[in-house]
């Protein structure tokens, strides 16, 4: 069974653009969740999309936002970039093991602001 | 204000022994409790949960305590391999089924 998938792998913009990311799902899973990591931050939660609906949101200003399709993929938008937003922004769909909702990641967007 | 505190940021073991990493939380609003391996250039992947009704499981070589009085949880690793070098982040469930994610503990394995 296929992966969660994400593209680009790895991109680089200038302060002030936008981006989107892209993310598809392992196939089946119905919930699609977006980490921003950092070296000094680790993990930190973006949103929650389920049945294309944003069902959690972390603490990101507005200029982070996503969507989810009717097929489960999800994107991502970073608009007005900054130097702080230089991460690796991963995807990860959710299905269930043993009673908890386990996640699974893609490879990551290696996003590089200039 | 950090819910998911991992103290350590790295810690060096030597093969064979046994590797101990720690996280301690500040909440008790959550009821499943995860442990993800990272390596480079990689997403992390799931190794092993525990819900806050048990105080232990084990999954062959990896063994996660939780101890809910001291909002403490751990993960046993032995014997260490080399192919355990990697980044652990453990992760902890809030009840709307939000994932939080300590910062990371990188493990290095050594010979």
């Known amino acids: 069974k296929a992966g969660v998938t994400q593209t680009p792998r790895y991109l680089i913009k200038t302060r002030g653009q936008q981006v989107t990311l892209s993310c598809s799902p392992i196939?089946?899973?119905?919930?699609v969740s977006w980490y921003q990591q950092t070296p000094g931050q680790g993990l930190q939660f973006l949103f929650e999309y389920f049945s294309e609906t944003q069902r959690n949101k972390g603490n990101f200003p507005g200029r982070f936002s996503g969507r989810q399709f009717s097929n489960s993929r999800s994107e991502m938008n970073v608009s007005t970039l900054e130097l702080g937003d230089s991460a690796l922004y991963l995807c990860?769909?959710?299905?269930?093991?043993?009673?908890?909702?386990?996640?699974?990641f893609g490879a990551g967007s290696r996003l590089t602001v200039l | 204000d950090q819910q998911v505190k991992q103290n350590s940021p790295s810690l060096s073991v030597q093969e064979g022994r046994i590797s101990i990493l720690n996280c301690d939380y500040t909440?008790?609003?959550?009821?499943?409790f995860l442990w993800y391996k990272k390596y480079p250039a990689e997403g992390p992947t799931f190794l092993i949960s525990?819900?806050?009704?048990?105080d232990k499981n084990e999954d062959g070589r990896f063994t996660v305590f939780l101890n809910k009085s001291a909002k403490h949880l751990s993960l046993h690793i032995v014997p260490s391999q080399p192919g355990d070098s990697a980044v652990y982040f453990c992760a902890l469930r809030e009840l709307n089924d939000k994932i939080i994610f300590g910062k990371g503990t990188r493990l290095h394995i050594l010979p």
């Open positions: 909440n008790s609003m959550f009821d499943y």
């Open positions: 525990i819900s806050s009704i048990k």
């Open positions: 196939s089946g899973h119905r919930s």
């Open positions: 990860a769909s959710s299905g269930t093991r043993g009673g908890a909702n386990v996640l699974t």
